[in-house]
């Protein structure tokens, strides 16, 4: 594949996001680069002309999401016509004219070459039409770019919001607090999140993994995470960038979005997620140097729990989410704020669920979850993938080994051993597929757990939640909701937590 083909596929893909392929009530013809079916499903149906930078104009049909306005003024500018309809397959028979040759600028069109060809009187009067249709022309792409500018200003598009606050506030805070938020995403708008990455500075690598590196970043002096996807990861950005922006996840435990952007740097396509920066790091990181009071992993533990639960429960309304299920779940993709509560990352794997529809999105990307943290049922391939229940409990049991590597960190009279990953004594540091089938399927193995967590009643509910995670059967495991209302039962007052360094 060539860079440019790479180029756009890449903006297929995007755009693609931007229009919103998401499940809805109406059945829809689905044609381009970007399409695996022939159809979709959306809110609404459209067809659009897209003119990229570097390749031919062509047409793509697909589907809409709710919130007509906001994707309208989202487009990226490659995007030159649009027309939108309701109603099944009603984008079926729609068709756009490409331009063909120079616009109005390359030479007047025919109708201005009348005069011309007509006798004297009839071009004086085809004058006379002609100039008052350009007066009202002009008049009107006066009133439609009026028109837009006060619409992008009510969303947060104005230019004045992204420049720096006098008052030294958290400018970003203040974009993400205010209305400047899309209506059915939980990022920016689009025009802003291209402004926003293109404003940011790389300060310094602080991971790197299969799916790329993360930097942080500064934008106007304020710290932000840069997560640079690597080339043979682009459907896990993809996937990422299309739940972020359709689906309202805004909240205190799941790592809040800012933009996501396809830019070129070194003379190559970068693939960029932008979110808030913890300088904790991830719960993995956080664990390995740090030994915790027992208040504390609660707290953590608990904190996890409602970005679990928020990530499981669909919300309904033009307000709402659909229900997600992670699929990756570990320490390394739960992260810790400076309050000492989690957060989950990490969503390029996620599925969604509508009961409205019940529509199940799979996504279409091939990378499969972490060995070490697979459920029985993945391992020995029961797992049923066509019922979204099944993945909402894989997560579960995922959840379980995350409260045993918390609780083993946990300090119970001076005692506390070392960090260790799940089933360290059982198999090799980089498990295979294998391995871990026959520990967990086979041998029916589970984490060792020491006597010592028994003597503290806090610690003791968190080892008989663990252990309800993991249940062979996946019906008998707790829920997520489950979970949060068991831990925060346990939870006191709230207090500032301590950790034991």
């Not at 404003?199 to 995470?225: D, P, S």
């Not at 709402?320 to 390029?348: E, T």
């Not at 294998?434 to 503290?456: S, W």
């Not at 003791?460 to 062979?472: A, D, F, G, I, Q």
Request: charged share 20%; hydrophobic share 35%; with cysteine.
């Amino acid at each position: 594949m060539t860079p440019s083909t790479g180029r756009s596929s890449v903006a297929a893909a995007l755009l693609a996001t931007l229009l919103g392929l998401t499940d809805g009530n109406v059945t829809c013809v689905c044609e381009g680069s970007h399409c695996l079916q022939s159809t979709c499903r959306g809110a609404w149906c459209l067809v659009a002309a897209v003119r990229p930078r570097d390749d031919p104009p062509y047409i793509t049909k697909n589907c809409g999401r709710n919130n007509y306005l906001e994707t309208c003024l989202g487009f990226p500018e490659e995007v030159i016509a649009l027309r939108c309809c309701h109603g099944h397959m009603c984008n079926q028979n729609i068709t756009l004219d490409l331009p063909q040759g120079p616009g109005p600028s390359g030479g007047p069109p025919p109708s201005e070459q009348l005069p011309l060809i007509l006798g004297p009187g009839l071009a004086l009067v085809a004058l006379l039409v002609l100039g008052a249709l350009a007066c009202w022309r002009l008049g009107w792409r006066r009133h439609r770019r009026e028109k837009r500018l006060l619409q992008s200003r009510e969303l947060g598009e104005s230019s004045l919001i992204l420049k720096t606050s006098d008052s030294g506030d958290s400018l970003l805070g203040d974009l993400l607090d205010s209305d400047c938020t899309t209506g059915s995403g939980s990022g920016l708008p689009f025009l802003v999140q291209r402004t926003v990455a293109r404003q940011i500075t790389l300060a310094e690598c602080v991971g790197k993994g299969r799916y790329g590196e993360v930097w942080r970043g500064l934008w106007h002096g304020e710290n932000v995470a840069v997560k640079i996807f690597s080339s043979r990861d682009e459907q896990s950005w993809f996937r990422e960038t299309e739940i972020y922006n359709t689906v309202l996840l805004r909240h205190d435990n799941i790592l809040g979005f800012i933009a996501s952007d396809m830019t070129s740097r070194s003379s190559s396509t970068q693939l960029w997620l932008i979110t808030h920066f913890h300088e904790h790091g991830s719960l993995f990181d956080f664990l390995q140097r740090s030994a915790l009071e027992p208040a504390t992993a609660l707290q953590l533990a608990l904190s996890a729990a409602c970005g679990l639960v928020h990530l499981h429960v669909e919300i309904f309304g033009t307000q709402g989410k659909p229900a997600i299920a992670h699929r990756d779940l570990k320490s390394r993709n739960v992260l810790v704020k400076s309050n000492l509560q989690c957060c989950i990352a990490d969503l390029g794997l996620a599925v969604m669920h509508s009961q409205t529809s019940d529509y199940l999105d799979l996504g279409h990307n091939p990378r499969v979850g972490t060995k070490r943290y697979m459920a029985p049922e993945v391992l020995d391939e029961q797992i049923r993938t066509d019922c979204f229940e099944s993945y909402k409990r894989t997560d579960v049991w995922a959840f379980g080994l995350v409260l045993w590597e918390i609780a083993r960190r946990t300090m119970v009279n001076g005692m506390v051993e070392e960090y260790r990953p799940p089933f360290f004594d059982l198999v090799p540091s980089d498990p295979s597929f294998e391995d871990m089938k026959k520990v967990v399927c086979v041998d029916q193995q589970r984490p060792t757990i020491h006597n010592r967590l028994a003597a503290d009643p806090l610690l003791s509910v968190l080892v008989k939640t663990m252990r309800e995670c993991w249940y062979p059967n996946p019906s008998s495991r707790l829920t997520a909701l489950r979970i949060k209302k068991t831990l925060k039962k346990l939870s006191p007052t709230p207090e500032k937590p301590k950790v034991a360094y």
